[in-house]
């Protein structure tokens, strides 16, 4: 007899397998030949990148835009389908499993996107988005979904008079908040916010991150959180990775990391962050150039052309990520 | 006492809406002086965009309205000018840089065509020359490579690259004020240092005076000498950034701080972040009285009703709140 996907998740919980455990994922996006019948190269928006989640950590992940940290978040989430490598939640790999099992699965892995605008159904009310997620799991009545779905909204710190109000009656934060209830319906282990507070007011992130917060500890969710807030990805996350053009070039605790960072790009975007407290003179690291398109090829670091260490070996060899550190890993051959 | 560059008295601004006349901005003074850098820190909808749109006339009007005030450039009202007067003025004295540089330039014109476009309208110079005046404007702001990138499109240039062919649009005439609208708010962290370093080292060559308007208040510790707080379309509290920071006096701007989460602050287990409850009051329903208390922890009942005025303290500061300074 097959066992659910519950009851498997039960089971190697006590066998203490990782929630998540990645390894060398890769997505490319690629080459198409355009209508000139010119060769355009392939995007490594993800090249190659491994690491595992434990039950109810939190795991950050930083870096610029342009680096394929939303493109990790939705080829985990088989939202769009991976070139290569292995995706195992609770110990069955992802990549194997048919539509029709990965739609049940759903049900323990969620997502909070970025824009809560653009992530909703405008033509349809608040109670309706939130019902939506139970009538998917077939949960057929509908008095007890709308009940649910009341109870959510109160849950996110909303009330029902947003239940029959429609999205764009509601501002960024609240509608956020609905985007977090939508989530957090169908109670996952596993939930990816891609940059949760970035669309949104300075006074309405704080509460954002409170409430995810505390849904961790009541709901015992572990968290990919993405980023490109160091501050905010101290303040949230256990752990902590940073990605460059597709690959992971750090990843430690989030004490290793923000007291000891060891790659040359962590501690640029480390000194970049506009501080609030006077006192600090800050030694800033001349970090010149932009982010180098995932489409040109290169020999060696993808970080060498902005790099202030940079050397002759860089140019030729690609660091590999290496332990540094007990559970600090960098990719980097002249590391702090 | 020199004139200061740019001095606000008054200005009030509304919108002609279905729903009625709406304030976007209420009363608002402040002046800027020759060489500093002020920042209009406020959230989305306290109408900060709004009051830097009014200094260069660029909003609709109608269903806009400037029923109040007065704009002084160097003395001079902007707000008794001409069409053919203001033209002269915006990019010339005054230029602006936007929040997202994609939307702001042209897409369908070369960089250098719409370099070239400013030294036309406001000089004398022939196209040869501007071409090359364009060449050291986009040298100056760092750009490699600026003879071929006046061939470009904006849709060829990176985030940042676009944001710096802004400033140096912004900078062809030497103006003697620079407006940035969330200049940095559309880039990445390394990015967004880039360009406040930029900005400060081309006040520094020019002499301009910058009016920054931004949420981030990172930025403005970075690089501003004196701080409005906007509410609700009201300045709630103004004083020299160092000084506004460390010591805010309103409840708002001490609420704004202690949300931002601090780099290297002790976390501790199961800390949380001290939240500003509730969200901006829209347009058409501003509360009565303050227009904080309905989210202000230190709200008492005079704040329900009365609307407490800017009050000055030691330092060159304002504020407005019923509650005295120490009682935060």
């Known amino acids: ?336 | 006492m020199p004139l200061p560059e740019l001095d606000i008295q008054n200005l009030k601004i509304s919108f002609s809406t279905p729903k009625g006349k709406l304030t976007a901005v209420n009363r608002i003074s402040f002046k800027l002086n020759k060489g500093e850098t002020l920042a209009l820190v406020g959230e989305s909808g306290c109408g900060k965009t709004v009051s830097a749109l009014s200094i260069l006339r660029l909003l609709p009007e109608p269903p806009a309205e400037i029923s109040s005030g007065k704009i002084l450039l160097s003395g001079q009202n902007l707000l008794s000018l001409n069409a053919k007067d203001l033209r002269d003025i915006r990019g010339h004295s005054i230029s602006m840089i936007f929040q997202d540089p994609m939307t702001a330039l042209n897409p369908v014109l070369s960089i250098g065509e719409q370099m070239v476009e400013t030294f036309l309208r406001h000089t004398d110079l022939k196209r040869k020359e501007a071409l090359q005046k364009s060449v050291d404007l986009l040298s100056r702001v760092e750009i490699p490579s600026p003879k071929e990138k006046l061939k470009y499109y904006p849709h060829q240039l990176s985030g940042g690259m676009r944001q710096r062919v802004m400033i140096a649009m912004s900078l062809a005439c030497s103006p003697r004020l620079l407006i940035a609208d969330e200049p940095t708010t559309a880039l990445d962290v390394l990015t967004q240092a880039q360009i406040l370093e930029l900005l400060e080292s081309l006040k520094k060559e020019n002499g301009m005076s910058i009016l920054i308007i931004t949420h981030d208040l990172g930025v403005v510790a970075e690089i501003a000498q004196r701080v409005l707080i906007m509410y609700a379309g009201e300045i709630v509290e103004s004083g020299p950034a160092r000084a506004l920071l460390d010591n805010p006096l309103h409840p708002y701007t001490k609420g704004l701080i202690a949300s931002v989460p601090k780099l290297g602050a002790l976390k501790k287990l199961g800390a949380r972040l001290d939240e500003i409850s509730g969200n901006v009051p829209s347009l058409e329903q501003r509360p009565s009285g303050c227009s904080f208390h309905p989210r202000c922890t230190w709200a008492i009942e005079k704040c329900k009703t009365q609307k407490p005025q800017l009050r000055e303290a030691e330092g060159q500061r304002q504020w407005s709140c019923h509650l005295e300074p120490g009682s935060l």
């Open chain 1, 1 to 336: 007899m097959e066992l659910s996907f519950r009851t498997r998740v039960v089971m190697n919980i006590k066998k203490e397998i990782p929630l998540l455990e990645v390894v060398d994922l890769k997505k490319y996006f690629l080459p198409t030949k355009n209508i000139l019948e010119m060769q355009v190269a392939s995007v490594r928006a993800v090249d190659g990148i491994s690491f595992t989640i434990s039950k109810g950590e939190t795991l950050g992940l930083v870096g610029e835009s342009g680096c394929g940290k939303s493109t990790v978040a939705k080829t985990l989430l088989r939202l769009i389908e991976p070139t290569s490598g292995q995706v195992s939640f609770f110990g069955t790999n992802l990549f194997d499993l048919k539509n029709i099992t990965m739609r049940n699965i759903r049900k323990e892995m969620q997502i909070i996107f970025q824009d809560p605008y653009s992530s909703v159904n405008p033509a349809r009310s608040i109670g309706n988005i939130l019902q939506e997620p139970f009538e998917i799991h077939n949960c057929r009545d509908k008095k007890e979904n709308a009940e649910k779905a009341l109870q959510l909204l109160e849950r996110v710190g909303l009330t029902s008079e947003h239940f029959k109000k429609y999205p764009h009656e509601l501002s960024g934060g609240q509608l956020q908040r609905v985007g977090i209830a939508r989530a957090i319906a169908l109670n996952p282990k596993f939930v990816v916010a891609d940059e949760p507070v970035a669309a949104l007011d300075v006074s309405i992130q704080a509460q954002i991150i409170n409430l995810l917060l505390d849904l961790k500890e009541e709901l015992d969710i572990s968290y990919l959180f993405i980023s490109h807030d160091m501050a905010v990805v101290e303040y949230f996350c256990d752990r902590v990775a940073v990605m460059y053009l597709g690959k992971i070039v750090e990843i430690a605790s989030s004490e290793q990391i923000y007291k000891s960072p060891k790659h040359p790009y962590t501690l640029a975007l480390l000194n970049a962050i506009p501080k609030l407290d006077s006192g600090k003179i800050k030694q800033r690291i001349p970090i010149k150039g932009d982010i180098s398109s995932p489409a040109s090829l290169q020999t060696g670091c993808a970080f060498q052309s902005r790099c202030p260490i940079k050397e002759k070996r860089c140019e030729e060899e690609i660091p590999n990520l290496q332990e540094s550190a007990p559970n600090h890993h960098v990719a980097c051959f002249f590391k702090q």
